[in-house]
């Protein structure tokens, strides 16, 4: 079945949907939801949108974009200006849309076109139009404030292997920890997920950076950190663990991108550093001072419960399921 699902793939054509599908899987998927004959067919990144066009009319197709590839193509593009071919080559950058006049093509064969950020909402609703876009990020499902620790001087990082992740943490680890140690020498930055496997650390920081890979629950990393850091400086979509650290009700550090992709995360207490160079005065102040530490903590956790919860961000798209199902 593998086989000639992959038969029709050309990896080497020049238009992404053509690279990543073939047409006969898209006719299996058809196959099947035309079968069940449900009311609404949930698809998933927009290179997947072509199984659309043999979907059954009377289903409504709802496509997931997770981000705005063309957006992704620029801000890589961008990246591989400032950090070099070698950090960021031509082929990841040939993994995503160019021509954002392609893209809205694919994004306007769906109904529903559903954005994981309001940033990302705007983007798409100047491409498609208003009526198609639904603005429905990641929510959490339960909000856990931890406890305040007001001794504790660990940093916590947590991340994936994705090129934005491995430049961010390892300029992090080399030009923004040692200057956090010269006023804080029992520091600890404790780096959670696969991103550990594309770091270095200095011998000479060896003990204060913990590479932990993969950690199956986070939840004691988070209770003992003092503050959790995103210097990611591009990408695209949204970040999840910084919400996640939000709904922990934990004090967080973080760039004008991670700002951008969250709504009004000003309300967070959130501290937005312009350069990842210049995180280490707001993380060095803030593990001087635990009452103003613990007073961010309160107020991630409160929006948190303002912004993130199931109730919020889901609700217009609940609503129009109820609608498509029900009436």
Excluded at 55 to 69: C, E, Y
Excluded at 103 to 111: F, G, M, S, W
Excluded at 266 to 274: I, K, M, R
Excluded at 293 to 300: F, G, K, N, S
Aim: aromatic residues 8%.
């Amino acid at each position: 079945m593998s086989k000639a699902i992959d038969t029709g793939r050309d990896k080497e054509a020049k238009s992404l949907i053509t690279r990543r599908t073939d047409d006969l899987f898209n006719q299996l998927v058809a196959y099947f939801v035309n079968l069940h004959n449900p009311s609404i067919f949930i698809s998933s990144f927009a290179w997947t949108a072509n199984s659309f066009d043999y979907i059954a009319p009377g289903i409504t197709r709802f496509l997931d974009a997770n981000d705005v590839q063309s957006e992704r193509s620029k801000s890589f593009k961008k990246a591989q200006k400032l950090y070099g071919e070698d950090a960021i080559t031509e082929q990841e950058v040939a993994s995503y849309w160019e021509d954002p006049k392609e893209e809205a093509q694919i994004l306007n064969k769906a109904d529903v076109v559903l954005a994981i950020s309001p940033s990302e909402a705007q983007v798409m609703t100047d491409m498609i139009g208003t009526h198609k876009v639904l603005n429905a990020g990641f929510a959490l499902s339960e909000i856990s404030p931890m406890e305040h620790v007001p001794n504790t001087k660990r940093i916590l990082f947590v991340g994936n292997e994705y090129a934005p992740n491995n430049l961010a943490i390892q300029e992090f680890i080399d030009v923004v920890f040692p200057k956090i140690l010269d006023s804080h020498p029992s520091a600890e930055l404790r780096i959670c997920g696969s991103v550990c496997n594309s770091l270095n650390v200095d011998a000479a920081h060896s003990n204060n950076v913990i590479l932990c890979g993969f950690v199956e629950n986070l939840n004691d990393e988070y209770a003992s950190a003092a503050i959790v850091v995103n210097p990611v400086q591009f990408g695209s979509g949204c970040s999840i663990k910084t919400p996640e650290a939000l709904g922990f009700g934990k004090a967080v550090v973080c760039t004008p991108y991670i700002r951008d992709s969250l709504p009004n995360l000003e309300d967070a207490g959130a501290v937005v550093v312009s350069t990842t160079d210049k995180m280490h005065t707001a993380i060095s102040s803030l593990l001087s001072k635990p009452n103003e530490r613990q007073a961010l903590e309160t107020r991630a956790a409160q929006y948190a419960r303002n912004y993130l919860t199931n109730e919020v961000v889901l609700i217009d798209l609940l609503n129009i399921i109820e609608t498509k199902v029900f009436y």
